[in-house]
C-alpha cells in the first residue's frame, strides 16, 4: 500500500485505517450527480437551515473540497512575482489551464479568463511587476469562468457553469485596505429596488470598475462574467444547467456579490421560464453587506454555504461589533448605520485545533490559507466527531504557501515554486525569462451579449 507522504501513512498507522480506494472518473462523477440530486431542487431549500448541516456526507464532502480546489487553481495559476513580467496576470492559457495544473480530471474547460482594473484602492490585492515593460500597467487576472465537459455534463446530468474568483493567499493586509464602509449596490448601476440594500464598498468597486483605456480592463469584471454568463445559457438553452460560484477570502466576497447580481438580474431565468439554481461555495470569506442585503441575496434563491476555519480573522471582518451576532433589538437600531454587517448563508465552521496534522501557530496567514482549510474537510464528519482523513488528499498540501504542518511530518513550508523562478536557458546559452503565448482579453462578442442585457449603453 502506498501513501502520498509520510505524513499520510503515520496518520493511517496511528488510527489503524487502510486508505481509501481512489475512485474512477466515473465513478467520481457518479458521486457528483448523487450529491446534487441531494442538493437539488426540492432539498436545496435545507440549505437556508440547520439540516443542512447535519446531513454531513461524503458526496457533499467531495463537493465541496472539488470548488475549493477550483478557487485554489486560481492561485495556483496567478503569477505572485514582482521580478516576472507577466506579474498580476493568469500563467496559463485558458485553453490548458486544467491540463496545465494537472486538474484534467475535474472535467471542466475554462471558457474565459476574468480582469478587474487595479486602479481600485487595494494595494495588497493586486501585483505588480518591477520590471518597465510588463503585460499590462493597469490590470491583474482575478479569476476564471469554466464549463463541465460533455463526459462530466452527462454523468452529472447538467451543465455545471463555474465562477472562479481570486482571494489573498498569504497577506491580510487587504482587510486594512478596506473601508468598512457600506454603499448602496444600485449606487454601482446593478439593479436593486431597494435603496437601503448595502454592500463594502471596495467590493463594489472591485466589481464593477473599469479603464476603457486597457485592453484586460475595459469591460468590468461585472460585464465580464454577465455577458460570458449570457453566452453560455444560451449555447446550453436545451440542456439542464447549474451556475455555481466559488472564491476564497477577497474571491468570496466577489463570489457573493456576482451571485446577488445574476440572481437580481435575472440572468438565471431561461426563456421557458426555468430558473437555474445558483450557489455560492465560500471559503473564509468576510461580510459582504448588511441585514437587508442578507435578506434580499436569501429572497432571491441564492444558497450560500460559507466555510470557515473559527480560528481566522478574516470571517469576523467588517462590522466587528455590529453583526449578525448581535442582539436583534440592538442591531435594528443600527441597521442605517455605515459599518453595520452580516454573514449570509449557511456557516460550517470548522477548527484547525482539532487536525493532528497542524501546528499552533500565531501566523494569522495559516488559520486563513485556503489549502488547510480543504485540509481540514478531507478530516471532517461532523460537528463533535473525531477528525480523520477521508479522501487521500496529500496533507503536505497544506504546506505549499505556509508553515503549518508539524515539522515531524517533514514537509518544507513554502514548497511550492517554480523551477529557477521560470528562468529558462535560450539557445545562446543565456538565462532569460520565456515570452508566453499571447494573453486571452475578451471574446469579440463580449458587446453583443451586453447588448442583449442592456448593458451595452454604458460602453
Not at 478596506?178 to 435603496?195: A, E, Q, S, T, V
Not at 480560528?311 to 442605517?336: H, T
Amino acid at each position: 500500500m502506498s501513501y502520498p507522504n509520510q505524513a499520510s501513512h503515520r496518520y493511517h498507522q496511528s488510527q489503524g485505517l487502510k486508505r481509501k480506494k481512489t475512485t474512477t472518473p466515473v465513478q467520481t462523477a457518479r458521486n457528483r450527480n448523487e450529491n446534487w440530486l441531494m442538493c437539488g431542487e426540492k432539498s436545496r431549500v435545507k440549505m437556508i437551515g440547520l439540516t443542512f448541516l447535519t446531513r454531513w456526507t461524503p458526496l457533499l464532502r467531495s463537493e465541496l473540497i472539488r470548488y475549493g480546489e477550483m478557487a485554489q487553481a486560481c492561485y495556483d495559476a496567478f503569477d505572485f512575482d514582482p521580478f516576472s513580467k507577466y506579474c498580476g496576470s493568469c500563467r496559463f492559457i485558458r485553453r490548458r489551464f486544467f491540463e496545465s495544473l494537472g486538474m484534467t480530471d475535474h472535467g471542466y474547460e475554462v471558457t474565459r479568463h476574468l480582469y478587474a482594473t487595479s486602479n481600485i484602492d487595494l494595494p495588497n490585492f493586486f501585483k505588480k511587476s518591477r520590471w518597465p515593460k510588463v503585460w499590462s500597467n493597469k490590470a491583474n487576472w482575478i479569476g476564471y469562468v469554466a464549463v463541465s465537459d460533455d463526459e462530466t455534463t452527462r454523468c452529472l446530468g447538467r451543465r455545471d457553469i463555474t465562477i472562479a474568483w481570486r482571494g489573498t493567499v498569504t497577506h491580510l493586509e487587504w482587510i486594512s485596505d478596506l473601508m468598512d464602509f457600506l454603499k448602496p449596490i444600485n449606487g454601482n448601476k446593478i439593479p436593486c429596488p431597494d435603496p437601503t440594500v448595502k454592500v463594502e464598498y471596495g467590493f463594489l468597486d472591485l466589481y464593477t470598475d473599469k479603464d476603457e483605456n486597457c485592453r484586460f480592463c475595459k469591460y468590468s469584471a461585472r460585464e465580464q462574467v454577465l455577458s460570458e454568463l449570457k453566452r453560455l445559457t444560451e449555447t446550453y438553452a436545451d440542456e439542464e444547467m447549474s451556475i455555481t460560484i466559488t472564491g476564497h477570502s477577497l474571491g468570496s466576497a466577489l463570489a457573493t456579490l456576482s451571485a446577488y447580481d445574476i440572481a437580481e438580474t435575472g440572468l438565471h431565468v431561461m426563456q421557458d421560464g426555468r430558473a437555474l439554481p445558483v450557489s455560492v461555495f465560500s471559503f473564509s470569506g468576510p461580510r459582504v453587506g448588511n441585514s437587508r442585503f442578507k435578506e434580499r441575496i436569501e429572497s432571491l434563491g441564492v444558497k450560500v454555504l460559507r466555510v470557515v476555519n473559527v480560528q481566522d480573522v478574516v470571517p469576523k471582518s467588517p462590522g466587528l461589533f455590529f453583526n449578525e451576532q448581535v442582539p436583534p433589538p440592538l442591531m435594528k437600531l443600527a441597521e442605517g448605520l455605515p459599518w453595520a454587517y452580516s454573514h449570509v448563508g449557511v456557516e460550517l465552521a470548522l477548527d484547525h485545533r482539532n487536525s493532528p496534522f497542524l501546528k499552533q501557530t500565531s501566523d494569522p496567514a495559516c488559520a486563513h490559507n485556503l489549502e488547510a482549510h480543504l485540509h481540514l474537510l478531507d478530516g471532517y464528519h461532523g460537528k463533535g466527531h473525531r477528525f480523520i482523513l477521508s479522501s487521500g488528499r496529500d496533507p503536505a498540501l497544506v504546506n505549499k504557501a505556509c508553515d503549518f504542518l508539524k515539522d515531524h511530518h517533514l514537509v518544507p513550508p513554502n514548497w511550492r515554486q517554480d523551477e529557477n523562478k521560470g528562468m529558462i536557458r535560450n539557445n545562446e546559452g543565456r538565462w532569460v525569462q520565456p515570452e508566453r503565448p499571447k494573453l486571452d482579453d475578451h471574446p469579440l462578442d463580449t458587446h453583443h451579449h451586453l447588448r442583449k442585457l442592456g448593458l451595452a449603453s454604458e460602453h
